[in-house]
């Protein structure tokens, strides 16, 4: 099986973030990357898929040269080659345009299999895979929690909400994002990361794929971010005790929904 | 920006050369793949040892022999082992790394250290062929984990004087061993014990004990003060059957395994309590965030402040030191080559050039993880004496350090000794720098360098303080003169018998340590302000530090600020000693006079800079420049 896995570099989880003087992002020189979380499980689910059926997992990462962190991590852990799509903002890149340059970048690869992660931990917009399997043609399937390839098809298994789920056929070639947690990641073992230093990372410039300007121009603009501010009040219940407390619940279900 | 080695840094050479930013390593030169060794190592730990420490602290059998194995499939224990016998086969600077995350956990550090290097080195270094393919394997994997077994009970420190006999069979198809060993680290689960005895009584001999040999057995577990997690009992050989080919190494040169093994040690013992170190402060760190008192977190206040930044100061320095020595040893393990049967030789010679370099860092490390596990307990306040928190084991768990490896004092003793004995076997000009900085004439009033000093016109010091770290540089200079200055009086006192004067002997390595230590704080410090692009700066510094540099720069610059001027008053006082204990009378005031000159120096406002710096710990909740 060929399969692809897109990969995002995000800011770490535990970065203090601090924003750029205008107040449209946050300042990037203060932060120190990871891999998406996601992705690591959807890179997980993919070198899992390899080792049972054979075959290649390439990874594909778009964003400035910065991202090959998240690159040589992922061949560390055991992908066979990489292809990075340099583009400057990458990290900021709507799921549009992210998803129209892998798909150029891509589409004569012929993958069986691509798989991304659900969302990302940045943006979080989940659009990336889905508008990435229209722009090549494919089928897809998302929140995935369990993945079976058999006989040239796939079954899995997406989380539904309240707790449901349900189990879906599809045929290949396919893609699918991958919700977190689905399995267990393995290390990077040091032999794997001495490997990766040989492997082959094929770099794209976004610039150079032929696209027109327009389409890579993102379809949204952040006007402002901010920091939350918190805020503290006071509320008085008054009436009987027996009134008061159903009061109090009703607010706790409803307004500050903790219970 | 390349690392530029200068062909070969002599060892010791930092008392008499100059060095240059680009020329030393530092965590800023950190490649992809350290940092991804770090992680594994980080995560490895985060995932599968720190959750299990209680277990591991009782001692639950099996547990630590089963992680060390898994760290071995990670290649985790291997790094120092040739490729061809299953090993990874990794730098200096990965293998640094990798302890300082294990040392997250001194208990697991232990363990893996005795395992991995003490117990495993000793056949990469100094095996036969035969030995290295039966055994490297599976020490790689931790299918076999080893142990080192040096000491007695009548000898640790005195480690030549052992008593463990070795008498060769009448056939000479096997040695029988006699004797005890005592403090053996893995003892408890080890499979493979590299047994230091004499052959006949007299030639100090090493060989490869497999625990099944007959007449091979361990004794009860130590109670110990700290590291209870790792298994410390004697090792007690009776009539133990070793076969001939398990000699490692010659008949009577044992001590060279021994000894070399040792270095390389104290190297990794250095970068592990510089790990702890900085677990340690991030728990002070976080504790003082949240820990509230009249009204205010006590990390609002000026003493707590000071002891947060004190601690990631000297943290600072330690880990300037630690990745300089690797940095020093990498490019010569480079020139082995693993496929010839040198290689252990030359790997040897390799970490044996920087053994100076070695012993300071293990006696000053160690020295800071005390320090700053000692400040963690006083941050903790009550809660720091009740063992539910951490800075109480910490504590404990600190304090081996010093000890283990060669004793502090030992290895004091060994550092102005394994300088003197470079500088005469011609392999350290010290002596010339010495006469140099007397210009012929030591004894014959202030010395020209001291006086050139005072010369300097006031526009030569004007230049000087406003290119960036000019006071420090100066302060470094400085150092290195004091040192010249009382190894030359020293010697010129009790020349060859020295080392008699333990007191002397271990402040001129004082001395000698800070040298070390205050260059490789200012040398990672200008390399990282030359990359932020301040270097070219015509303006002084402002107190607050350089406005135009990263915040991680300009929380390093304060540290070196710092550490260097506070370190200052030390050496001054340790020169005093070395003085006044070798010379009296009018030579003494001389030469005090000379000391008072070399390390003249403005006061900075060491109470604004540690502010400054512990501003940031706070803000991070942990050791900030890394
Ligand atoms: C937990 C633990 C684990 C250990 N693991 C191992 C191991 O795996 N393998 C192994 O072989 N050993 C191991 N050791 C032993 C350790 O290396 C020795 O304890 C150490 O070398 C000190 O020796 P000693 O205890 O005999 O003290 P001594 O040598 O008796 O020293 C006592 C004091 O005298 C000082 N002293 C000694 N000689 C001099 C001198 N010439 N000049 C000035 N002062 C001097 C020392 O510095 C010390 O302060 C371990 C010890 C401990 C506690």
Known sequence: MKIMVCIKQVPAKDSTLRLTEDSTWIREQDLSYEINEPDAYALEEALRLKEKHGGEVVVCSVGPDRVQQVIREALAKGADRAIHLVADGGSRLDSYPAARLMAEAVRREGFDLICTGLQSDDLGFAQTGVVLAELLGLPHATIIMEVQAEDGRLKVKRELEGGWFQWVQMPLPALLTIQSGINKLRYATLKGIKQAKSKEIRRVIATELGLKAEELAGRQKLHRVYVPVKTKQTEFIDGSPKEAAAKLVEKLQRDARVL | ?626
């Open chain 2, 1 to 626: 920006m390349e690392i530029a080695f200068k062909t070969q840094i002599p060892g010791g050479g930092f008392l008499i050369e100059e060095r240059l930013p680009e020329e030393v390593f530092t965590p800023e030169d950190f490649t992809e793949q350290h940092r991804l060794i770090a992680e594994t190592a980080e995560q490895f730990m985060r995932n599968e040892v720190l959750p299990r420490w209680e277990q591991i602290e009782r001692q639950e059998p099996g547990l630590t022999p089963r992680l060390l194995r898994q760290a071995g499939e990670l290649g985790l224990l291997s790094i120092d082992i040739p490729e061809r016998y299953g090993g990874t086969e990794m730098d200096k600077v990965s293998s640094t790394i990798v302890v300082e995350r294990f040392a997250q956990y001194a208990s697991f550090l232990a363990s893996h250290g005795a395992h991995s290097v003490i117990g495993t080195l000793p056949i990469v270094f100094f095996g036969n062929e035969e030995q290295k393919k039966k055994y490297l394997p599976r020490l790689a994997t931790g299918e076999l984990i080893a142990a080192y077994c040096l000491s007695e009970a009548e000898a640790g420190s005195d480690a030549l004087s052992i008593r463990t006999r070795a008498v060769l069979s009448p056939d000479g198809k096997h040695y029988l061993l006699n004797g005890e060993k005592m403090w053996i680290t893995n003892a408890g689960f080890a499979d493979l014990f590299i047994v230091f005895a004499k052959v006949d009584g007299e030639k100090f001999s090493c060989f490869i004990v497999e625990k099944g040999f007959p007449g091979v057995a361990t004794g009860a577990e130590e109670k110990k003060l700290g590291i209870k997690g790792s298994s410390t009992r004697t090792v007690i050989l009776e009539d133990a059957r070793v076969p001939a080919e398990n000699l490692l190494g010659e008949v009577g040169r044992g001590h060279v395994v021994a000894f070399n093994i040792l270095n390389v040690g104290r190297f990794r013992l250095a970068a592990g309590c510089i790990g702890g170190a900085k677990q340690a402060l991030q728990h002070a760190a976080g504790y003082a965030n949240q820990r509230r008192a009249f009204g205010k977190t006590i990390a609002q206040f000026g003493l707590i402040q000071e002891k947060l930044a004190e601690m990631a100061t000297r943290i600072y320095a330690g880990e300037c030191m630690i990745y300089r020595t690797a940095g020093l040893i990498d490019p010569l393990l480079a020139e082995a080559i693993p496929d010839s049967p040198a290689y252990g030789e030359q790997v040897r010679k390799a970490i044996e050039e920087y053994a100076v370099e070695c012993s300071i860092d293990k006696v000053y490390c160690s020295e800071i993880l005390d320090y700053v596990a000692d400040e963690c307990v006083q941050i903790y306040g009550g809660y720091g004496y009740h063992q539910d928190y951490p800075a109480e084991r910490a504590y404990r768990d600190a304090r081996i350090n010093r000890i283990f490896e060669g004793t502090s004092e030992i290895n004091r003793l060994l550092i102005t000794g394994m300088l003197l004995k470079r500088a005469a076997s011609g392999r350290l000009g010290l002596r010339a720098a010495i006469e140099g900085l007397f210009q012929g004439s030591p004894a014959s009033g202030r010395s020209t360098e001291a006086r050139s000093m005072e010369e300097r016109s006031t526009e030569e010091r004007n230049t000087e303080a406003a290119s960036l770290l000019g006071t420090e540089k100066h302060l470094v200079a400085a150092v290195k003169k004091t040192a010249l200055l009382v190894a030359g009086v020293a010697y010129q006192k009790f020349a060859d018998s020295l080392a008699d004067q333990q007191e002397i002997t271990a402040a001129i390595s004082d001395i000698v340590m800070e040298v070390f230590a205050m260059e490789s704080a200012l040398l990672r410090a200008g390399k990282m302000a030359a990359r932020s692009g301040v270097q070219s700066s015509p303006q002084p510094i402002p107190d607050s530090g350089p406005q135009t540099v990263d915040d991680k720069t300009a929380h390093v610059l304060a540290m070196t600020r710092l550490f260097l001027h506070s370190r200052m008053d030390w050496v001054e006082q340790r020169a005093r000693t070395v003085l006044a204990g070798a010379i009296t009378g009018d030579a003494l005031r001389r030469q005090l006079a000379t000391l008072q000159q070399v390390t003249r120096r403005e006061a900075v406002d060491t109470i604004a800079l540690r502010r400054q710096i512990a501003a940031r710990i706070i803000q991070k909740g942990k050791y900030a420049a890394g």
